[in-house]
């Protein structure tokens, strides 16, 4: 069996396998590699944009998330469609509560 130190040491330059032309990594592989590296995380990052993950939200974020105006919005915390709770000058939306309102607008298709 071999000597538990003898394995430990660096093998010399002659003993290691040989290293061929097309192994080798060139400067446009690393360029590619970095491009699609970024596509994928810029991928990551839009499939993220527009789901919130506080709990509550302001009236410019819920806008955004549902794409719609503020004459709209203003609409449906009027009518009580979207329930609200105002604290000074702000208002802020529930997330659950933004959930429920397009579940129960969801139309039924047959």
Do not use: C
Not at 24 to 45: A, S, V, Y
Not at 81 to 103: A, C, H, Q, R, V
Request: charged content about 35%; proline content about 4%.
């Amino acid at each position: 069996m071999d000597n538990p130190k003898q394995s430990l040491r660096p093998k010399s330059i002659f003993d290691r396998e040989r290293i061929y032309r097309e192994q080798l990594l060139t400067l446009d592989d690393l360029l590619d590699f970095k491009r699609q590296l970024l596509f994928e995380i810029k991928n990551m990052f839009k499939e993220l944009v527009g789901q919130p993950t506080r709990k509550w939200l302001k009236t410019h974020e819920v806008r955004k998330m549902l794409n719609i105006s503020h004459g709209t919005i203003h609409t449906l915390r009027v009518n009580g469609t979207l329930p609200f709770t105002k604290i000074g000058n702000i208002i802020y939306y529930d997330e659950e509560d933004i959930k429920k309102m397009l579940e129960s607008r969801k139309a039924n298709r047959k």
